[in-house]
């Protein structure tokens, strides 16, 4: 028990510099004269997510503290519309900062955290593929970091690639694809 | 409750700064000790492929149906090579490298390789009704939560049956089947593509490519899998004269 609560703490500190450093990068790495006075605006519809509507709304403030090249708005005709169904959770991307998403109860139901499933998939719409690395530090392995994380910040890698999406208009997606947490039995 | 959700990610990050194969600081349940719950080949498979990269790491499994064709799931991908014909992912057999890969529907691909095979392929089964008895073979880790250890080098087979679609969450009923699993039985990580067979010794046919769980943790409900025999003809078409017939 002493022992956890060091590791807390250590790994406290540690989570802390990341997300000093994930905050910070991009603000300071994006010249004032460059081409980034297009920010990218994407409306979202979370109205037909039942249950998860809070949970996607956090999940879009997320991203907006962190990113400047793309902010995620609740409005129509919506660019993103979040549904919600007992399946798994999952998204299709038609392009970058379009598609669908799905907030699956399947994975709730197993105990996964609904803010952390919300940001995940907005990660896919903002051109983010799924990497089931096993580690809670990153958004983007999604179920494979197990229920017990529930941290549902996207790391500073994962910020800056979201950033250099939307400045570079290129995507870790391909368009139409779906991206499902349903738990795949390869090896990674 | 900002503070909570923070603390509750720690232990993990740490773990995974640290650079150790540990999971999580809390205790695992014991291993059980086989594809999870299963028991070591009692047979040479000649059928059996294990799909790997250039350095011959295992990731999939897979069905030689043809001497140039291999089926196996969508998701497992384009492999480098393929080992075919052993209980050893890593030794014995015949290796062959993979042309291309094709999907054939949902999670069901067929693998061409670069040069023909001499094993024996396995035959398609014509259909896979509920309640047949039916064997799982793979190199899938033993123990049910993901990467809580290594593939096993010696190939494992497990006993079960084909259940109704009503069992399986998510499933797409007229091209996957539902697979029994539960109670510390089951396909787990690195059973995907790999078979589902009827019959018994000499005489297997096949039904199934390993596709996914029901849950995130193997063993605990069943598990889904592409029909084979759904897109039996149209495989057949794909590999003309060189099918084995059921």
């Known amino acids: 028990m002493v022992i956890r609560s060091v590791l807390r703490v250590c790994a406290a500190l540690l989570l802390g510099l990341a997300l000093l450093a994930g905050t910070g990068v991009p603000a300071s790495a994006a010249p004032a004269s460059d081409t980034s006075s297009a920010v990218r605006t994407i409306r979202y519809d979370a109205s037909r997510a039942a249950e998860f509507r809070a949970a996607v709304d956090e999940g879009a403030r997320i991203w907006n503290e962190r990113v400047s090249n793309v902010q995620l708005v609740p409005g129509s005709p919506a660019d993103v519309v979040v549904y919600a169904d007992n399946g798994w959770p999952r998204a299709q991307v038609i392009g970058l900062g379009r598609g669908t998403i799905w907030m699956g109860r399947q994975a709730v139901w197993e105990g996964h955290y609904t803010v952390r499933i919300a940001s995940h998939e907005l990660g896919h719409i903002l051109g983010l593929p799924d990497r089931r690395t096993g580690r809670c530090t990153d958004l983007m392995s999604g179920a494979s970091a197990g229920t017990s994380c529930r941290n549902p910040n996207p790391n500073a890698a994962e910020i800056a690639e979201v950033e250099d999406n939307f400045q570079f208009g290129r995507t870790g997606v391909a368009p139409g694809a779906t991206l499902t947490e349903a738990p795949a039995l390869a090896r990674d | ?246």
């Not at chain 2, 969508?74 to 480098?80: A, D, I, K, Q, R």
């Not at chain 2, 042309?99 to 398609?124: E, H, K, M, N, T």
């Open chain 2, 1 to 246: 409750m900002r503070k909570r959700r923070l603390l509750a990610a720690i232990p993990v990050a740490f773990v995974a700064l640290s650079g150790t194969s540990i999971a999580y600081a809390d205790p695992t349940p014991p291993p059980t000790p086989n594809i999870v719950g299963g028991v070591p080949a009692s047979e040479v498979y000649s059928f059996m492929a294990s799909l790997q990269s250039s350095s011959g790491r295992h990731s999939c499994g897979g069905s030689l149906v043809a001497a140039s064709w291999v089926v196996t799931a969508s998701h497992c991908g384009t492999p480098y090579q393929v080992r075919i014909g052993t209980t050893q992912y890593n030794s014995g057999g015949e290796v062959r490298r993979v042309a291309s890969r094709q999907v054939i529907g949902g999670d069901v691909a067929l693998l061409r390789l670069a040069s023909p095979a001499s094993s024996a392929p396995v035959p398609i089964a014509t259909s896979a009704p509920v309640g047949s008895s039916t064997r799982l073979i793979g190199w899938g880790q033993t123990c049910p939560v993901r990467g809580c250890g290594p593939a096993p080098v010696g190939l494992r087979q497990l006993d079960t049956r084909i259940i109704s679609d009503g069992y399986c969450s998510g499933i797409r009923a007229s091209t996957e089947l539902c697979i029994e699993g539960g109670g510390g039985r089951g396909a787990c990580y690195g059973d995907s593509g790999g078979p589902a067979v009827i019959g018994g010794p000499g005489a297997w046919r096949l039904v199934g490519a390993t596709s996914r769980g029901t849950a995130s943790q193997c063993a605990v409900s069943p598990a889904i899998y592409g029909d084979v025999t759904a897109y039996r003809s149209r495989i057949l078409q794909i590999i003309g004269g060189g099918a084995v017939q059921a």
